[in-house]
C-alpha cells in the first residue's frame, strides 16, 4: 500500500506539502490546484496538523456592528463569520442593528470550568464509597499534584458520582484563556498517578466518558462546561415592529408554540440555531470546531414587559472558547480575533459575550424572519447558489 509522503527532517515545509499533493493527485487522479495556494509559513502548524498538505479556503464575511454591553466586551464588534450558507452573515447582521438600535446586549460570565472525568473501579460499591471519602479528605494533595503539570490550570472541585462498583469523579478546572481539554488531561493524569500511588493502586480509566468531552449533554447544562454566559435584551415593541414587520406579542406566541414543538421532538434545548452564528465565529477565529458540538446547547427565556416591549435571553451553559493557544495563532484566525480585539491573554471571557451576543442576534433575526414570512423568500434572495 502506498503511503502519504513525510519528511523527518523538515515535514513543516512548503516542500513537504507539495509532495503530499503530489502524492494525492497520483493516487486519485484529481487535481489539488487551489489546495495549494495559501499565504503562511507552514512552520507555524506543528502541534494543529498531521501530513499538512495545504488548506481549504472558507468564505469569510462580516456582520456587524453588534452592540455588547459586557463586562469583558464593552462596545461595537464586528463579527467574523465563515460560512458556505447564504442568508446566514445577512440574518446575524440584521439581528445585530435590530440590537444595536435598541440599546446593545447585556451579556455575562456566571461560571467557568473544563473537565475531565476519570472512573475508578473497585471490587464492591463500599469500597467505591470509602475511596470517595478518602478523596475529599486528600483534595489538596491532589489539587496540588494536578497542578505541577500547568501554570494556568487550576483544580476548583472534584464532582463524585457513584454508580455500581464504580465511583466516577469529575475534575473541575479553570484554565485561563485556554479552552483547555488536553491541558485538564495531563493535569488529571497526574493526579490520577498521585491517587494510584497513595490508595492502594485502584483499576481506573483517565476517561470514563462522562466528561463528555465534544458531546452535549445535559450534565453540561446543569454544571457547566467552558464558559456559562448570558445574554439579554429588551427590545421595544415598536422598534420590532418597525424592524422586523413583527409585534413583541407576536414573537412571544411564537416562542411558546416552538417550546412545546421542541418538547414533542426530544430536542436536547430549546433555542433556534445557535450552531450557526457559533460555528461560523468558531472557524474563523480558530475555535476547536468540534466543540461545537457542546457549545451550541443553548436555553432561551423571553417574555412580555409590563409595558409590551419584549424581554429575551440566550444562556449558552457550555461555551468552549479560546484565545490563546491551539488554532487561535495561525494566520488567518488570528486576524479574525483582532479584529475582536480578542487575541491572546486576558480575552477569553471577552470572546465568549460576544459569541452570546451573537448568538442572540441571530435567534432573534430567524425567529421573527419565521413569524413575518420570511424565512423562505429571504433564502431565495440570498441562498441560492445561483
Known amino acids: 500500500m502506498a503511503k502519504i509522503p513525510r519528511d523527518p527532517d523538515n515535514d ?42 495545504g488548506v481549504v479556503q472558507m468564505p469569510i464575511g462580516f456582520a456587524g456592528p453588534v452592540l455588547v454591553n459586557g463586562e469583558h466586551a464593552q462596545g461595537e464588534f464586528y463579527v467574523p463569520m465563515a460560512t458556505t ?25 456566571v461560571d467557568d470550568a473544563m473537565q475531565r472525568a476519570p472512573v475508578f473501579i473497585f471490587p464492591s460499591a463500599r469500597e467505591a464509597r470509602e475511596f470517595g471519602t478518602w478523596i475529599s479528605e486528600h483534595f489538596s494533595e491532589i489539587k496540588a499534584a494536578a497542578e505541577t503539570t500547568t501554570s494556568s490550570g487550576k483544580l476548583r472541585n472534584i464532582e ?10 469529575r475534575f473541575n478546572y479553570t484554565t485561563g484563556d485556554a479552552a483547555g481539554q488536553n491541558m485538564v488531561g495531563k493535569a488529571t493524569l497526574a493526579a490520577c498517578h498521585w ?17 463528555t468531552d465534544k458531546k452535549h449533554s445535559h450534565l453540561n447544562t446543569l454544571h457547566t462546561r467552558g464558559k456559562r454566559v448570558i445574554a439579554e435584551i429588551t427590545i421595544p415593541d415598536a422598534l420590532l415592529r418597525e424592524r422586523m414587520r413583527v409585534s413583541a406579542a407576536q414573537m412571544f406566541a411564537t416562542r411558546r408554540v416552538s417550546q412545546f414543538g421542541a418538547l414533542l421532538a426530544g430536542a436536547v434545548f430549546n433555542s433556534v440555531h445557535p450552531a450557526n ?55 488567518t484566525q488570528r486576524e479574525c480575533l483582532e479584529v475582536l480585539g480578542c487575541y491572546g491573554a486576558g480575552k477569553a471571557r471577552k470572546l465568549a459575550e460576544i459569541v452570546a451576543a451573537t448568538v442572540l442576534c441571530g435567534e432573534v433575526s430567524l425567529g421573527a424572519a419565521v413569524v413575518a414570512e420570511e424565512w423562505v423568500s429571504s433564502h431565495d434572495t440570498y441562498g441560492r447558489n445561483r
Open 85 to 109: 450558507e447564504g442568508t446566514l452573515v445577512a440574518s446575524y447582521n440584521r439581528g445585530m442593528r435590530l440590537t444595536r438600535e435598541a440599546g446593545g446586549i447585556t451579556t455575562t460570565v
Open 160 to 169: 463524585q458520582y457513584p454508580a455500581s462498583r464504580m465511583l466516577y469523579l
Open 12 to 53: 513543516y515545509s512548503q516542500e513537504a506539502a507539495a509532495k503530499r499533493r503530489a502524492f494525492i493527485e497520483e493516487q486519485t487522479g484529481t487535481r489539488l490546484e487551489h489546495t495549494g495556494q495559501y499565504s503562511f509559513d507552514p512552520a507555524i502548524l506543528p502541534g494543529n496538523i498531521e501530513n499538512f498538505s
Open 277 to 331: 452564528g457559533i460555528a461560523s465565529m468558531f472557524i474563523a477565529t480558530g475555535q476547536d470546531e468540534a466543540n461545537v458540538a457542546e457549545s451550541h446547547a443553548a436555553l432561551t427565556y423571553a417574555e412580555i414587559t409590563p409595558s409590551g416591549d419584549y424581554y429575551y435571553s440566550i444562556t449558552l451553559p457550555s461555551l468552549i472558547v479560546a484565545t490563546y493557544g491551539g488554532g487561535t495563532g495561525l494566520a
Open 195 to 211: 491517587i494510584s500511588k497513595n490508595y492502594n493502586h485502584p483499576e481506573y480509566y483517565l476517561s470514563g466518558n462522562m466528561d
